[in-house]
C-alpha cells in the first residue's frame, strides 16, 4: 500500500508538471501573439507617419504611440524569451526528475514575468495561473520543510536565466530599433 502511495504522488506531480507546461505554452503563443499584433500595428503607423511627412501634428500624436507600442513590445519579446527558456526547462525536468531547487528558480523567473505581464490583462491571468500551478508542485515536492541555500543558489538560477531572455529579447526587437523616436 505504502508503495502505490509513494507512486501515485509521483505520478500526480509528473501530470502536474506537464500542466504547467501546458499552461507555459498557452502564454507564449498568447503573447507572440500580441507581439506580432504590435509589430504590424508599428508598421501601419509608420507607414501613415511616412506618408504624412513628420512636420504635422497628427504624426507627433502617431510618434508618441509609436513609442508606446515600442515599449509594449520590448517587454512582450522580454516575456516571450523567459518562457521559451522556462518551456525549455520544464521540458527537461519532465524528462529527468523534478528538485525543489529547479521549482524554487521556476518560481523566482515567474516572479519576473509577472512583472512584465502586470499591463496586459489576458497575459497575467495566464501567468497567475503558471504561478499557482507553480506553487502547487512545490508544496508538493517541497514538504513543509524550507533551505535557504536552495532559495539563494535559486536566485542566482533565475537571474540568469532573466538575463538570458533579456539577451534573446533583444535579438528579437533589433528590427524595433528603426522606429525609435527622437525627439
Known amino acids: 500500500m505504502r508503495v502505490l502511495v509513494i507512486f501515485k504522488r509521483k505520478a500526480d506531480s509528473k501530470y502536474d508538471l506537464v500542466r504547467l507546461l501546458y499552461y507555459l505554452k498557452l502564454?507564449?503563443?498568447?503573447v507572440n501573439y500580441l507581439l506580432s499584433k504590435v509589430e504590424s500595428k508599428i508598421e501601419s503607423i509608420k507607414s501613415r507617419?511616412?506618408?504624412l511627412g513628420i512636420e504635422g501634428s497628427d504624426s507627433k500624436k502617431l510618434l508618441k504611440e509609436i513609442s508606446s507600442l515600442v515599449n509594449l513590445a520590448r517587454s512582450l519579446a522580454k516575456m516571450s524569451a523567459i518562457l521559451e527558456v522556462l518551456i525549455t526547462r520544464v521540458e527537461t525536468l519532465t524528462i529527468i526528475n523534478l528538485t525543489v531547487k529547479d521549482l524554487t528558480t521556476i518560481k523566482e523567473v515567474v516572479k519576473e514575468l509577472r512583472n512584465y505581464s502586470q499591463s496586459i490583462p489576458e497575459i497575467s491571468i495566464?501567468?497567475?495561473d503558471i504561478d499557482d500551478k507553480v506553487n502547487?508542485?512545490?508544496h508538493e515536492v517541497r514538504g513543509s520543510f524550507r533551505d535557504s541555500d536552495i532559495n539563494v543558489v535559486a536566485v542566482n538560477d533565475a537571474k540568469n536565466i532573466i538575463r538570458e531572455a533579456e539577451l534573446i529579447a533583444e535579438e528579437k526587437l533589433k528590427s524595433l530599433s528603426s522606429y525609435s523616436i527622437k525627439t
Do not use: A, K, T
Request: glycine fraction near 8%.
Open 126 to 128: 495566464i501567468v497567475e
Open 27 to 30: 502564454c507564449h503563443g498568447r
Open 49 to 51: 507617419v511616412n506618408y
Open 136 to 138: 502547487d508542485l512545490m
